[in-house]
């Protein structure tokens, strides 16, 4: 029998729940600018996948993964560091000022050296009939690197509504001149050459309409963060900038070892495949249009960093700090394993976003969607190099994955496809998890319930299998048996949880 209403309120521990529930409002607001603005965002999908081809498709796959590489780059691990410093010194204006005017001036510094290179690198990477491209996203890159800062701050001063509501409107302006460019513009050229609208499309720039309508909108999103770029005025601090770049430059090293990990396949399958060049763009196209079935996890796991980085800092000197990350691993796992049912027992519905040509690279969709899912538990189990100061340890243990990922792709590409990059994930992703882990036991020892994580995990899979098994055993309709079985996986969770923190609050009780 339970204990009384009071009894509860009593022996429930509310210093624990109150954290987590704003850990879950802060990451909500976050997810809704993520998730709604990206997920909008990811309806493009469908207009890139039916009016494209698969190898016009992989040019815009690799170059977005390109951009990437630069993304971290150039922002040198500063988000952290302002984080970590705006803690330890008494003028948290100052750390700002310092870490965006570094920002700024690196990121001016790399468009003018890009000026004078990109003839070179446009030979290097094979688009020597389209340079712009890679000035336009020079451009991108420069523009989101030094918005990263204005935005740590918001997340810093918890302004997560203003955060939310410039990210949306980015991503609304992208949506629009996507729609315009691609969509209007070359209908009316299409079908009326003479109109006013279709002298305005150029059927050479192909996806490059999609290039331009991103850097219109990231100049868009500066203009709405210019009140955020007063701190330029403080200027930077000398002495203070070592001892950021110091903490702050083995975050580019983990920041470049995720990329590679993240995006390494699509800036080399084009290199690695043993096609020729068009084939082996339309291949790129295919694992990147599949890529994106997995965003539902990556939204996610965004929308979680951008709320649990400040939030772990935030309570790191509490007494339930351990506990509190512990409970915060189970849930996370929880929610990534219910996004990885959603989206795999519901995959009859979700393959028609994107064009038909592209559905042959489905059954890389499972393993990528597990390989975000150990992703963010690797994201969860970083607090212990990140509160220790050691950094350079887990720059480490993120540097030996994106060795992994470079070797395994290189060996298995040229045998497996684009398979072999989604296995090359998964494997690199786990492998990072586990070290993450037994170097977190030494250094900052926090009890993770692992029986319920992997439990979860493994009850998730099996579902995901029975599900098929029982579609071509019955043959009955994919939407009834993916129904059944999430409204099983609904129902354990509640079970399973309800029961726990029964137990939690009866033995104080008794004692």
């Not at 006013?196 to 996806?207: E, K, Q």
């Not at 500066?222 to 200027?235: A, D, E, I, K, N």
């Not at 509490?318 to 027992?345: E, G, H, S, T, W």
């Not at 519905?349 to 975000?372: C, D, H, M, T």
């Amino acid at each position: 029998m339970l204990p009384r209403t009071d009894a509860v309120l009593e022996h429930l521990n509310l210093s624990r729940v109150s954290p987590l529930r704003k850990l879950a409002s802060q990451t909500a607001i976050y997810g809704l600018s993520s998730i709604v603005g990206r997920f909008l965002n990811y309806l493009l999908v469908p207009l890139y996948t039916y009016y494209f081809s698969a190898e016009e498709y992989g040019v815009v796959s690799e170059l977005y993964a390109y951009a990437g590489f630069f993304a971290v780059v150039l922002v040198f691990g500063l988000e952290t560091g302002y984080f970590r410093f705006r803690k330890l010194e008494d003028d948290s204006d100052k750390v700002y000022g310092t870490t965006l005017g570094f920002v700024f001036a690196a990121n001016t510094l790399f468009l003018i050296v890009f000026y004078f290179l990109s003839s070179r690198v446009a030979e290097l990477l094979r688009y020597e009939n389209h340079p712009e491209y890679l000035w336009w996203f020079a451009l991108i890159v420069a523009a989101d690197s030094l918005a990263a800062i204005p935005f740590a701050k918001l997340r810093a001063q918890d302004k997560a509504l203003r955060f939310a509501a410039i990210k949306v409107a980015e991503i609304l302006v992208t949506i629009a001149l996507n729609l315009f460019f691609v969509l209007y513009l070359r209908h009316a050229h299409e079908s009326a050459p003479e109109s006013w609208a279709a002298r305005f499309y150029d059927p050479t720039m192909g996806v490059g309409y999609i290039f331009i309508a991103n850097l219109i909108a990231s100049g868009f999103k500066l203009l709405l963060l210019l009140p955020q770029f007063r701190g330029l005025v403080q200027g930077v601090d000398f002495r203070l900038l070592p001892r950021m770049l110091g903490y702050s430059v083995p975050m580019v090293i983990i920041g470049l070892a995720g990329i590679v990990n993240e995006m390494l396949d699509r800036a080399i399958l084009k290199f690695v495949l043993p096609y020729d060049l068009a084939t082996n763009l339309k291949m790129l196209g295919i694992y990147g249009a599949c890529y994106k079935l997995s965003i539902l996890m990556s939204l996610f796991i965004q929308a979680f960093r951008y709320a649990g980085e400040p939030f772990f800092f935030a309570h790191a000197e509490k007494q339930d700090a351990k506990p509190l990350y512990a409970a915060v691993l189970k849930y996370f796992v929880i929610f990534c394993v219910f996004v990885f049912l959603l989206v795999m027992l519901y995959i009859d519905f979700f393959q028609y976003f994107i064009g038909p040509e592209f559905r042959v690279g489905l059954p890389a969709v499972p393993i990528l969607l597990l390989a975000s899912l150990f992703l963010g538990i690797y994201v969860n189990l970083s607090v212990w190099y990140k509160l220790t100061d050691r950094t350079l340890l887990g720059a480490g243990v993120a540097l030996c994955g994106g060795l992994l990922t470079i070797g395994l792709n290189l060996w298995w590409v040229p045998t497996m496809g684009y398979m072999g990059s989604a296995w090359a994930h998964l494997a690199c992703y786990v492998s990072m998890t586990v070290v993450s882990y037994l170097l977190g036991r030494r250094y900052y020892p926090v009890d993770y319930r692992l029986r319920a994580i992997f439990g979860y995990i493994a009850y998730g899979l099996l579902l995901y299998f029975a599900n098929c098994e029982l579609i071509i055993a019955t043959g009955w309709h994919p939407l009834l048996t993916g129904s059944l079985f999430m409204a099983l996986y609904l129902a354990t969770v509640a079970w399973l949880e309800y029961r726990n923190l029964s137990r939690r609050l009866v033995a104080p009780a008794r004692s």
